[in-house]
């Protein structure tokens, strides 16, 4: 193990440090019932990088970082002001749902124009975290951190739009603001990692951590012990399988937290009925 860290330092690091604030922010999105959304942005911030490419900047340009940040703060603004409807006439999953397959159809037109397009649009899907420099990761964690201090100050407003969203709305909370601003820092996130990881581990990181905890526990807490647990694990082995069997890192990361997901899912089963029979 020792012999993967010093090959790949920077890749190991990145998948250990960053996906702390994915798992968190996919609490969020696991209890708003909106599992695509992260997708969507993903994506979103994709077809952005990929008008970037299309005029003429480099991937890792900090052009091309806001080409892609502009896309998801427009991504976010959509669905803060749908997430609220009265009328319920269109669920907002649908909208995120056709948000992702027109920003995804989008995409693919653009790259078509390009001489390399194939090779680009298999990296705003799955990414090169083998080829993630220590620049990348240090400023994304920068940026982490800083985005991680506003959601603590702001925890409270956060977790009760997301929590209790009727009962925030009852309390005269802005609720459409404070959606939009936790958008807008989750695309914030969502845009960081898209460029060292792709869309497709982007999704991995915040739905399955999230979901294996909602799975075993419900308190803030403990949620979020399990989820930064199974995504430390699943990057760990995800990683020594592509190192010891030459795959690619990030489908090998996927399948091992799908793998995690389905551990967990056992667990789940076994607990819930040892407590049924308990109650017997």
Known sequence: MSEIFVVMKWPVLACLLLPGMLVYLGLHIVRREVIFVDLALAQVAALGACVSLLLGHEAQSPATYLWSFGFTLVGAAIFAATRMNTHHRVPQEALIGIVYVVAAAAGILLLSRSA???????????????????????????????????HFIFRKKFLLISFEPERAAKEGVAVRWWDFLFYALFGLVVTSFVQIGGVLLVFSY???????????????????????????????????????????????????????????????????KKAGGDKR
Do not use: H, M
């Open 116 to 150: 390399e397009g194939n090779e680009q649009l298999r990296r705003t899907l799955i990414g090169d975290v083998l080829l993630v420099s220590p620049k990348d990761v240090l400023r994304t964690f920068a940026a982490y951190l800083a985005i991680g201090v506003v």
């Open 206 to 272: 915040l739905i399955v951590p999230a979901v294996c905890a909602s799975l075993l526990a419900t308190r803030i807490a403990a949620l979020l012990a399990i989820g930064w647990t199974v995504a430390t694990l699943g990057s760990v082995a995800g990683l020594y399988a592509a190192y010891r069997f030459d795959l690619p890192t990030g489908a090998a990361i996927i399948c091992a937290l799908g793998a995690a997901l389905v551990f967990c899912s056992v667990l789940a089963a076994i607990k819930n």
